[in-house]
């Protein structure tokens, strides 16, 4: 079946760190990857979205690359600031007329 | 601001009210979703409709009822639950269900305090 694996959390981080938060996938065919962000008080939203291998995906300073060889879609950023802190989801789109399977999330709490 | 506005935020309610949350779009989505987001849980997807036609019913217990009276608007009715209900319900659209683009519009959710 389809499902989406997150490191669990949450992660504490420094300003200024380097952020990887893991993110592996199990799927039939070629799925589009996402991270979803939420934001204290607030509901998801898209961050970025990879839809074939070797594509990488990049907002805010975020990136993110579709290794078909790993299944993995491991979010990474060079410098994380107090406002970055949040929730991450990593999710995948198995095939049209199917929802977004998530993972659980990962909290990331980063501190000046 | 999403384009998904979801009301009230807040919802205290006692094991026997029936009350109801709305969710609205005018972002001309076909696809709406009601999530379950509880702490240290999965964001557990309760409920897909498209084209106003309910498409997934993820084993939810009867005592939630959704309604979909047309593309813009989803309801999630509610009655008797129970204090294990309380979370934060999601409710999000996305222009089609599933594809390689598909791109979830969330609202900010309905805290729930079921007492």
């Known amino acids: 079946g389809n499902s989406v694996t997150q490191m669990e959390g949450p992660v504490t981080l420094s300003e200024e760190a380097f952020l990887t938060i893991n993110c592996t996938y199990t799927?039939?065919?070629?799925?589009?990857l996402f991270w979803y962000v939420q934001y204290p008080g607030e509901g998801l939203q898209l961050l970025l979205k990879?839809?074939?291998?070797?594509d990488k995906g990049s907002n805010k300073g975020f990136e993110a690359t579709y290794r078909k060889e790993t299944t993995s879609f491991h979010l990474e950023k060079g410098s994380v600031q107090v406002s970055d802190s949040a929730v991450y989801f990593c999710?995948?789109?198995?095939?049209?007329?199917?929802?977004?399977?998530f993972g659980k999330g990962t909290t990331l709490s980063v501190s000046s | 601001e999403t384009g998904v506005t979801q009301t009230p935020r807040h919802l205290v309610m006692g094991m026997t009210n029936k009350k109801s949350l709305k969710c609205e779009q005018h972002l001309g989505h076909n696809a709406m979703y009601w999530y379950k987001q509880s702490a240290k849980k999965p964001l557990e997807l309760m409920f897909v409709y498209n084209f106003k036609e309910q498409t997934e019913n993820n084993s939810v217990p009867s005592r939630f009822s959704p309604e979909c009276p047309n593309s813009s608007h989803l309801f999630l009715h509610l009655h008797t639950l129970q204090p294990e209900d309380s979370a934060l319900y999601l409710c999000?659209?996305?222009?089609?269900?599933?594809?390689?683009?598909?791109?979830?519009?969330f609202g900010s959710g309905t805290q729930l305090s079921v007492l």
């Open positions: 999000a659209s996305s222009q089609a269900l599933g594809g390689r683009d598909e791109k979830l519009f």
């Open positions: 999710a995948l789109s198995p095939q049209a007329g199917t929802a977004l399977i």
């Open positions: 799927a039939t065919g070629y799925p589009s």
């Open positions: 990879a839809t074939k291998a070797d």
